[in-house]
């Protein structure tokens, strides 16, 4: 029972004023001077936009509210920190394998001014004020007592590569010399020498499947084709934050005025959360930030045709949802095209409608299009999708263009006899390979693919080149592959004897189990997987996408000669991580006095603890760092 008298909690207020604007409104407000909601606040968060922490009034407010602790995000005064350290890592130690096709993502932990001098603080006086900005990770304690923490280590490259593996190094130098000799080169030349579109270049924002971790952001790949423009397939949340991580201010503006298109492969999260900043980005960019989006209605031939458009094609639900989210933020909906792709069969070619928003009442508005005016506009020539079975919705695609070159790509879902048919001799498959062959009922059961399906849908596209990518592990572990799915051998005699392909996600699914309910059939002998190897006069060259990296279509063939310099990093950094948790597990007993007899700690943690997230905190992101 508990018999004394309670005390009353302490609290925190979050502040966010994205401009000067807003400022007068929110001081005059009356709940600053009542005393039964400021009683014991104690701490005020601040995410301010450019300029706002030199308001004056801002500033008279701090200063007049210096018993608080103020905590102060600001693009003047925030450091570009990277606050997933153990991916900016990882990266690091790739450029130092392979700089040709990954480098150090972008940061600055310099503050591009103290936070005094943009409070107008004489610095005679400035410790007598509670305030900071803040660091990833940062866990503010409300009970006992207002107490802020930090442990935040910024990211140190010289010490990463300072550390690396001796054999990864080794491997790695043998890997860029094999691709030195004159032989090689001339066989690399002879094996792509027909290769359209060589200089397009594939950019990975994030590699990892369902949510963000240490190593992989969610999906998002960036195609870029020079002489037509730049196409997004898939925007997962964070897919803006990595970009500024990847490209320059100068480049990120240059590659939002050439982005065509956003392909969303259906509406899980991790696909399609970072849409509507990305879009904003595009908009202030190609439109002006701060220009009212609604001064120009899509609609009609010459709103397709006039270039300050993008396109985002996906299934219905994506455009309805666009257009919802729009009454909401003016985030630039009406300078987009959003469009619904139809699913190919043997019967019909995809075909694309332009999908409004809901109305208040009624049913949701489409309107047919002139496909010859989108794909002008767009400046490719064909796009073919198919249901797969993953999801409502979910659809892989195949993306051509005018001098041949192909992309398919298929972000989610279990391996998809019509997709292989409309990615016949796709010159680049991007397939998500989300599960190793050894859990491949656990595939089965959340609808991915595991890497021999991925490299059998290849092999029954003829694809020429092949590029993995959507992984689901704790640790940046390289994926086996040498083995192919031999349930899917016989893929083109079963093409050949469709007689139908229904629109519906069961019907796709090309599983063996399933077969017998579905006119696809698959006759599979005995053994379940055969050996895969990498025969350099092959054709079909394998790559594995890691987050950050940036390969040239002409380029892809070379990355099999990194493949054990990757794997052997891989290993490292997973060996380095599990040896920190068991000094970890060590150092947590001996603290509870679990360890050698030590007396059990009377001192616990922290009643209430509130978190600055990791990349998405506000000091990454008022300085450009996440979204």
């Excluded at 190593?215 to 970009?243: A, H, K, W």
């Amino acid at each position: 029972m508990v018999m004394e008298k309670g005390t009353e909690g302490n609290g925190f207020t979050v502040i966010d004023l994205p401009s000067r604007s807003y400022v007068h409104n929110l001081l005059s407000r009356p709940e600053w001077s009542a005393k039964e909601v400021m009683t014991n606040v104690g701490v005020f968060v601040w995410i301010l936009g450019p300029g706002v922490v030199q308001d004056p009034a801002i500033q008279n407010f701090i200063k007049e509210t210096e018993h608080v602790k103020h905590i102060i995000t600001s693009p003047e005064v925030c450091p570009n920190f990277i606050a997933f350290t153990s991916s900016a890592a990882a990266s690091t130690r790739l450029s130092k394998l392979d700089p040709s096709r990954y480098t150090i993502p972008i940061y600055d932990n310099r503050e591009s001014m103290p936070l005094w001098r943009a409070l107008s603080i004489s610095t005679e006086s400035q410790k007598g004020y509670g305030y900071q900005t803040p660091t990833p990770r940062m866990e503010v304690g409300l009970q006992p007592k207002i107490e802020v923490k930090t442990d935040f280590q910024p990211v140190n490259t010289a010490e990463v590569l300072a550390e690396m593996d001796k054999e990864v190094l080794k491997l790695g130098e043998d890997a860029r010399q094999s691709l030195l000799g004159s032989e090689k080169l001339e066989e690399l030349r002879k094996l792509q020498e027909d290769l359209p579109s060589q200089d397009a270049e594939i950019i990975a924002f994030g590699t990892g499947s369902a949510i963000p971790s240490n190593y992989r952001n969610v999906s998002g790949t960036l195609l870029r084709i020079p002489g037509r423009g730049s196409y997004l397939f898939d925007c997962g949340e964070n897919t803006l934050g990595q970009m500024r991580r990847t490209f320059s201010e100068v480049q990120l503006r240059e590659v939002l005025r050439d982005l065509r298109c956003i392909w969303i492969s259906h509406l899980h999260a991790d696909h399609h959360l970072g849409t509507i900043s990305v879009i904003k980005a595009w908009h202030d960019e190609v439109h002006g930030e701060g220009e009212s989006s609604k001064t120009q209605q899509v609609g009609g031939l010459d709103a397709l045709r006039y270039d300050g458009r993008l396109f985002v094609i996906s299934d219905k639900a994506m455009g309805q949802w666009l257009g919802e989210y729009s009454s909401v933020e003016d985030y630039g909906y009406e300078k987009i095209v959003p469009l619904h792709i139809t699913n190919n069969t043997v019967y019909s070619g995809s075909k694309l409608s332009l999908v409004k928003a809901i109305p208040v009442a009624g049913p949701s508005m489409e309107q047919g299009i002139d496909h010859e005016a989108v794909f002008s506009a767009m400046r490719c020539s064909d796009i073919q999708a198919v249901a797969i079975d993953h999801c409502n919705g979910a659809k892989a695609v195949s993306f051509t263009w005018p001098d041949g070159f192909k992309f398919s790509y298929s972000g989610d879902g279990r391996p998809c006899k019509p997709f292989i048919r409309i990615g016949q001799h796709s010159t680049v498959l991007l397939h998500e390979a989300t599960f190793d062959d050894e859990l491949h009922n656990e595939a089965l059961q959340k609808k991915h693919s595991t890497t021999s399906e991925a490299l059998a849908v290849a092999k029954g596209m003829h694809a020429r080149r092949v590029l993995l990518t959507h992984f689901s592990q704790r640790y940046p572990k390289f994926p086996v592959f040498d083995g192919i799915d031999t349930r899917l051998a016989q893929l083109e005699a079963d093409l050949a004897r469709e007689e139908n392909a229904e629109n519906d996600n069961d019907n796709n699914n090309i599983d063996p189990a399933d077969s017998a309910t579905h006119h696809h059939t698959t006759t599979s002998p005995p053994a379940a997987l055969t050996r895969f190897t990498h025969d350099p006069a092959s054709d079909m060259k394998v790559g594995v996408m890691f987050d950050y990296m940036r390969v040239r279509v002409g380029e892809i063939a070379h990355l099999e000669a990194f493949t054990p310099a990757l794997r052997r990093l891989c290993e490292s950094i997973e060996e380095g991580e599990a040896k920190v948790e068991r000094k970890q597990v060590v150092e947590e007993d001996e603290r509870l006095g679990k360890g050698k007899g030590g007396k059990k700690s009377k001192q616990g943690k922290a009643g209430s603890m509130a978190s600055v997230p990791g990349e998405a905190g506000a000091a990454a992101a008022m300085a450009g760092g996440a979204e």
